[in-house]
């Protein structure tokens, strides 16, 4: 249940071994999170585990199956991190986390900084550091490449297809749309931010899932000024990032406002918010805002995803809580699920990561697990 980047994924990867039916409840998939998302790969993103996933993603999103898609999903796009003076502790922190988990940082002074973004102000940067392998992702090409290889494996996809009901009869999950009613031995809760709405609807306890909005922007840069090559730029504190995006600047607040799940829209003040704090980080003035929009980034308590059975609920297989990341850790992450509900072998780099699959759990959120 779900046809964005996480339950695409996953209905990819159980195809050639399992009868998998895919079912959206929108006229198309990734209408939500997914097909609003600004994505890149970077391995300084997120917890621990997701940097884990986000690194076992990596080969597949470089060089994916044959017939998965027709260019490549992954372009060159170094990420650019930087703190002001009043930010030297956030990053500190930030740097050695990073050290950990990248393949390539290098700590920059002001002036390289400078050189790389030209827009950004001299005085407002105090440390910087470079994610040189960071890339960007293309979201549209990455989650149709997952729902063409389900229908060449066998799969079914099924959209417009709210589940206005779900029961356990006998060995049998039965989900009922407007339409239909399908029937399965396993069900896959991967519904996003109404991951727990599923879970309530199928009598099994929530966990605890907060989806948090986030706004973004298109702005034009400069007059002249070729951005193409310009790395993104993030604030070491979660203030603000800036993407350049087909000539232009994609910028976001960095905003995580608590939302019902519902069709997320842009609020005119944190639109504000993100203009004024570009401003006082660089030398140019917002002109106009050419576009802007708003989704929803789901997070549990501890900000890392949720993926497995539900320790009350035979047969109920909880994908949720990616948090922002689902689009760079899908591959990974799907591999991973995939083999939790195939019985097959725990993937062996993040067992060398000391990630297994208690750290994606439910049963991390129940009282008896």
């Known amino acids: 249940m779900g046809g964005g980047i996480a339950g695409a994924s996953l ?10 039916i895919l079912l959206e409840r929108e006229a198309a998939p990734g209408y939500h999170s997914t097909g609003r998302s600004a994505a890149g790969l970077s391995e300084n993103l997120g917890t621990r585990p997701i940097r884990a996933l986000t690194a076992l993603s990596r080969p597949f999103l470089a ?30 922190s930030h740097l050695a986390e990073a050290r950990e988990t990248c393949p390539v940082i290098t700590e920059l002074d002001a002036d390289a900084a400078v050189k790389l973004f030209p827009l950004l102000r001299r005085d ?4 910087a550091f470079l994610e040189a392998e960071a890339t960007d992702l293309d979201v549209d090409a990455i989650l149709q490449g997952y729902l063409r290889g389900l229908r060449a494996q066998g799969g079914t996809l099924t959209a417009d297809a709210e589940v206005l009901g779900i029961a356990r009869d006998g060995a049998l999950w039965r989900a009922a749309t407007k339409s239909s009613t399908y029937a399965a031995p396993v069900l896959v809760n991967a519904g996003g931010a109404w991951s727990d709405e599923t879970a309530r609807l199928a009598g099994v306890q929530p966990v605890g899932l907060v989806p948090k909005r986030r706004t973004a922007m298109i702005v034009a840069p400069p007059d002249g000024a070729d951005v193409s090559r310009w790395p993104e730029i993030d604030d070491v504190g979660g203030e603000f990032y800036v993407k350049p995006e087909a000539g232009k600047f994609l910028l976001s607040p960095s905003d995580e406002t608590p939302s019902l799940p519902t069709d997320a829209q842009p609020d005119e003040m944190d639109i504000a918010i993100a203009v004024d704090r570009m401003e006082r980080a660089m030398t140019f003035k917002v002109r106009r805002i050419e576009r802007s929009w708003a989704g929803l980034r789901s997070f549990v308590a501890d900000r890392t995803p949720v993926f497995g059975f539900d320790p009350g609920a035979e047969g109920f297989f909880w994908l949720a809580g990616q948090g922002g990341a689902g689009i760079q850790t899908s591959a990974g992450l799907s591999q991973a699920a995939a083999s939790l509900i ?11 990561r000391d990630v297994t699959p208690a750290t994606f759990s439910p049963a991390r ?3 008896n697990p």
Request: positive net charge; proline residues 12%; glycine residues 4%.
């Open 365 to 367: 959120f129940r009282s």
């Open 124 to 127: 407002y940067v105090d440390r």
């Open 11 to 20: 209905a990819y990867r159980l195809a050639p071994h399992r009868k998998v």
């Open 63 to 92: 060089a994916p199956p044959k017939g998965f898609a027709d260019a490549p999903l992954m372009k060159p796009r170094p990420w650019l991190f930087i703190a002001r003076a009043d930010q030297r502790d956030a990053f500190e």
């Open 342 to 352: 195939l019985g097959t072998e725990w993937p062996t780099s993040l067992s060398a």
